[in-house]
């Protein structure tokens, strides 16, 4: 745990500095010395995180492989994408978890200052350790699919044909990120909608087995690929009223009140605001109608987890007093600590078919193989 808690001191640390100072040039510095130490803290791991072995086995297979027959080592129907950057990063002698680990930590630290210009990137440093940081040891394919579309959300602002382009190459990575073509039309219906609607409809799918009355479960049984985790009572259950839900409707809520939503238009612009309003609106409902399902919903979510850190981050520019933002860094800071002890001391295997080992502690990298002990 202690080494965790080092780098949550280190990037408060970071963040306390930015906020004090906030000019260009030392949030610069500073964001660089963020994506360096995340980058290698994730990328130079060893038998630490979920599914290591899985991708440390195929990483070791594609060495035996030349450029003629690569992708028949891809044993594990890998995402073409992802098969090919593995290879010439094995190619390149990187280690295939840094190489990762560097294009979504660099994708969405990059695309975060874009979108937040100079209005608290430090409150987004914080928040990105809990949401979406850990991807990068855990679901490394999914992750770099999520950045790409963190990425992409500038193409969204400017109504530029090239999101539809970043987000086909963000499927090749996981097949999954195909659903996201859909964001622009969702995105309109979701900003049509009034905000009781939406709450009702919400607070209604939660409390209420709505999803098994409509018949969700057995539809998406027929696909084999989601069959196997919902008929699995330890990946998939019913995630119903919980903290995440109520942050989530906190975070809906101030997107409607005219407190927040009028300095919110005049710090970002009102396509923006529209943009990311509508992103949260699509991550409450993704919750609401898969709630049954914990683990349909978790891997949805990770494509909004980057939108809603941003969404956080705004508004809490709306609060001119540092000292204000300062006890709001505190109170993420918690999160941010209860967020590392769970995973800390998770299980070092979830029971079941669908089994994972869950190993953060004790972290071990490349330096100290030997003295891992797996």
């Known amino acids: 745990m202690v080494i965790y808690l080092v780098l949550l001191i280190f990037i408060f640390s970071f963040s306390i500095v930015m906020m004090l100072n906030p000019s260009k040039r030392t949030a610069n510095k500073f964001l660089g010395i963020y994506v360096l130490l995340l980058s290698l803290f994730a990328g130079l791991r060893f038998h630490t995180g979920w599914d290591w072995e899985a991708y440390d086995y195929f990483f070791n297979l594609l060495n035996q492989a030349n450029i003629y027959d690569f992708f ?101 990575f996981h097949i999954s990120a195909a659903m996201l073509l859909a964001i622009p039309l969702l995105l309109v219906i979701a900003n049509r909608v009034p905000f009781f609607l939406l709450l009702l409809l919400s607070i209604c799918m939660v409390l209420l087995p709505l999803s098994d009355m409509l018949g969700l479960k057995s539809l998406m049984s027929k696909i084999p690929a989601l069959n196997i985790y919902l008929n699995n009572s330890t990946l998939s259950y019913k995630v119903g009223f919980s903290l995440k839900y109520l942050e989530l409707l906190i975070v809906f809520y101030c997107y409607y009140e005219r407190k927040f939503f009028l300095p919110l238009i005049n710090n970002f612009g009102i396509r923006q605001f529209w943009i990311f309003k509508g992103l949260i609106i699509i991550e409450l409902m993704i919750y609401s109608i898969f709630n049954d399902y914990s683990i349909i919903y978790e891997r949805l979510s990770v494509y909004f987890e980057f939108s809603h850190a941003i969404a956080i981050a705004m508004i809490v520019s709306t609060f001119k007093y540092k000292r204000i933002q300062f006890f709001l860094m505190l109170i993420l800071l918690f ?14 295997r979830v029971p079941g078919e669908m089994s994972h080992l869950e190993r953060f502690e004790n972290y071990c990298s490349i330096f100290n193989e030997r003295e891992c002990q797996r």
């Not at 979504?104 to 440093?125: M, Q």
């Not at 990105?128 to 579309?149: D, K, P």
């Not at 999160?335 to 070092?348: C, E, H, M, N, T």
């Open 72 to 172: 028949s080592y891809n044993i594990f129907n890998y995402e073409p994408g992802f098969v090919l950057l593995s290879y010439i990063s094995i190619l390149l002698n990187i280690p295939p978890f840094l190489l990762f680990a560097i294009i979504t930590v660099s994708l969405i630290v990059s695309s975060a200052h874009k979108y937040l210009g100079k209005f608290v990137p430090y409150i987004f440093c914080l928040i990105y350790l809990y949401y979406g940081y850990f991807h990068n040891f855990s679901i490394v394919r999914q992750g770099i699919a999520a950045a790409l579309f963190a990425y992409s959300i500038r193409f969204l602002i400017v109504r530029s044909y090239k999101f539809y382009f970043v987000i086909i190459f963000a499927s090749l």
């Open 335 to 348: 999160f941010v600590f209860a967020r590392y002890y769970q995973l800390v001391y998770s299980p070092v």
